[in-house]
């Protein structure tokens, strides 16, 4: 087998954070170097919480967990609790994490690995408002040249916003931060809703979870059971969309994924339209291409993945 890649899991957990987690936690095919949380759809003291819980969950007590940032660069925090629950991990009953959060902070975390080890071998994999790798730009902007990829999940064309009608939750909190991102130079692959409201939790895939009969997958059903009561009402749909572990999905499995190499830019200025994915799917402008912006995912084979590895844990 290659070589482990080398990844920093960037989230702000939230059950489709967890889900993801535990899906790169159980995939030999991935080396997590580090887990960075950050404030987002709830605020930082509960997503380092969360993020130790997920740890613990799969096991993985030796998971190198960082503290980052406690709000957007620019805006003030808008977190979610209507669609987590007030903890931002409603669903099943975790025990309190016993394992540490490490001293150094997540943006120094994040530009040391960076500057340390060899170009174009780590990617960041991110989950929830882009702050910490923001910052992590402006503090240490020749990172930008020795990321391997950034893959995300945030934005939407298609599909319109899911917290305005024009903006993603993720690019909507940290707009700057988004399109500082993006601007950045290093390779970019952007999950949005278009592809994560076509991977829907119905209950037969919930189910086949809760068959697997261990601690991680039963905590897993209990998870996308909570977390989709609010969007099934919201969108009508069998199940909700689930966003964060397509990231994760991409790493192992790409060719689940379609999309397009094209130009994404975010909107910062209009109060309207903050945080809106301006993707240029049609090829309408002239301004150049920064991201491979997917479209469709093959949603049976990424539950079929997601299922048979958290039943490895
Ligand atoms: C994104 O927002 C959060 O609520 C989810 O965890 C996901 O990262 C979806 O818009
Ligand atoms: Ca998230």
Redesign the pocket.
Known sequence: MPAARKIIIDT??????ALAILLALASPELDILGITVVA??VPLRLTLLNARKICELAGKPKTRVFSGAVRPMVRDLVT?EE??GQTGLNGPVLPEPTMPVEAQHAVDFIVETLMREPPGTVTLCT??PLTNIGLALVKEPRIAERIQEIVM??GGLFEGG??TPAA???IYVDPHAAGLVLKCGAPIVVMP?DV?HRALTTARRIAALRDLGTAPAIASAEMLEFFERFDEGKYGTDGG?L??PCVIAYLLRPQLFQGRYINVEIETTSELTMGMTVADWWGVSKRQKNATYMRDIDADGFFALLTERIGRL
Do not use: I, K, S
Not at 12 to 17: L, W
């Open positions: 702000d957990p939230g059950q489709d954070d987002g759809n979610a669609v987590h989950l929830g999940m945030g899911n917290v993603e939750f993720n809703l994560t969309p966003h964060d």
